[in-house]
């Protein structure tokens, strides 16, 4: 018989069994349901709502189920339904009567939403750590490159010269903020419900601050509806992490851009490279793609979350069962990305000459030319009408700015001199670009600095 199922005449239909049943996907929690519990039984003997010796029995043999789950002793029964009627039936069939008090003055509702914001707390740390991880990398590849001039892009047009560090960089801010988010979400995660009951609370004078603390949460719920029937912080976490996909998914696309003959700035280690089964002279970047198309499956997870939640009235449903597959799979796939992620982009080849030639083309520096007739007194329309028709003659020559005479741009305009040529030199382009959030080295290295000191300090 289920541990609920006084009130039932009948079995369970073994297809509704089956069809009920989350212990498939929620086992994962057994730690955390083992820890919660072992909170709340320590807490119950405290305040003698259950005999203290009792209270010592049920802790102790609550731990030997932990060491026997994880040493592959024990196996999860289909008809326990979840994890929580799990771990209980494995302590009540150890200790028989003592095993059933542990369930007093606690619901599954409020003992699932302890679960899994404990579980998603402790992957919050853990894709944190991926992220720090993934920043050191940015700052040392940065650092190797503050003198790699590439071409900057718009519309993926070229645009201006910047160095593969700045741009580098221009992630790492991303990633940063990923981090904070993902802080935040941590905060508004550790908030303990356990003491909610179903919906209302209990008669029984539980030591809520007690659990909170043991649990090492930072506050309790103040709302025992609230407590069991709302998942925003799953929610937030899901976003959180569909925004670090995109981020992710941007990165990987530039560099399978990169990779590809046209470009040819970087080349993937053959370790995070495969071929084709046809083709024997492929070199395709996989690892990049595959990234980019999980961050699909990030986004359905959030989607799912959010349709599954939309029109729930209060408090708990059967519905937000659904929420541990979504927000399990969103969590296991970032934490699958990230590692190999990082690792991809440690070892790849970056090819500074094809960065540089391909900062020569494009009219990269025009303008800079037009920025040099506004420094010698020019109105900025009249000098960027100047530099389009330049371009446009260097169009017709099948030439650079720099491979013009001096003669060819007095023909634009007299106040052209010899100085322009080192004024649209690329190194000159980005060396003159020092403002804060700049290309120029000294821009750079405060960003990469700032960085550094973020990895050093964090925490959630």
């Known amino acids: 018989m289920k541990l609920w199922g006084g009130r039932f005449q009948k079995e369970t239909d073994k297809q509704v069994d089956d069809f009920n049943s989350s212990i498939r996907f929620d086992a994962r929690m057994y730690r955390e349901d083992i820890t919660g519990s072992i909170a709340h039984a320590k807490m119950l003997g405290k305040q003698n709502i259950i005999d203290p010796a009792e209270a010592d029995l049920i802790v102790k043999t609550l731990g030997e189920i932990l060491e026997d789950i994880e040493a592959g002793k024990v196996e999860f029964l289909v008809d326990a339904e979840d994890i929580h009627m799990n771990v209980e039936k494995l302590l009540t069939d150890r200790i028989g009567a003592a095993g059933k008090r542990l369930h007093t003055g606690r619901s599954r509702n409020d003992q699932v939403a302890l679960d899994i914001r404990m579980y998603l707390m402790a992957k919050e740390e853990e894709i944190t750590e991926h992220l720090l991880t993934l920043l050191r990398t940015l700052t040392t590849l940065s650092r190797a490159h503050m003198d790699t001039i590439m071409p900057g892009y718009t519309h993926l047009q070229k645009a201006q010269p910047i160095t593969f560090a700045h741009h580098l960089m221009a992630y790492a801010q991303m990633f940063m903020r990923d981090a904070n988010r993902i802080a935040d979400c941590y905060g508004r995660t550790s908030v303990m419900p356990l003491g909610s009951g179903a919906l209302a609370g209990t008669t029984y004078p539980l030591d809520r601050a007690f659990v909170q603390e043991t649990l090492g949460f930072s506050q309790i719920t103040d709302n025992s509806l609230d407590g069991v029937s709302d998942r925003d912080f799953a929610l937030e976490l899901a976003a959180d992490l569909s925004i670090l996909m995109v981020h992710l998914?941007?990165?990987?696309?530039?560099?399978?851009?990169?990779?590809?003959?046209?470009?040819?700035?970087?080349?993937?280690?053959?370790?995070?490279s495969t071929g084709s089964s046809i083709m024997p002279q492929k070199k395709n970047p996989d690892v990049a793609e595959l990234i980019r198309g999980k961050s699909g499956r990030v986004f359905g997870d959030l989607m799912g979350l959010l349709t599954m939640m939309k029109g729930l009235p209060l408090a708990y449903n059967k519905d937000m069962q659904e929420d541990k597959e979504q927000i399990f799979d969103a969590v296991d796939t970032v934490l699958l990305c990230l590692p190999v992620f990082n690792n991809m982009i440690a070892t790849m080849k970056i090819r500074k000459d094809a960065m540089y030639q391909g900062a020569g083309g494009g009219f990269t520096n025009a303008t800079d030319a037009a920025d040099y007739l506004v420094k010698k007194g020019l109105p900025f329309r009249e000098a960027h009408e100047i530099l389009g028709k330049l371009v446009f003659y260097c169009i017709g020559k099948n030439c650079t700015l720099d491979a013009l005479a001096l003669a060819e741009y007095k023909q634009f305009s007299p106040v052209f001199d010899e100085d322009v040529f080192a004024a649209i030199r690329l190194e000159a382009c980005v060396a003159e670009r020092s403002l804060p959030g700049g290309p120029a080295e000294k821009a750079v290295l405060s960003s990469i600095e700032k960085c550094e000191r973020f990895t050093e300090s964090f925490s959630l």
């Open 249 to 272: 998914s941007r990165f990987c696309e530039e560099l399978i851009l990169w990779s590809s003959h046209e470009f040819s700035f970087v080349e993937m280690d053959d370790a995070y």
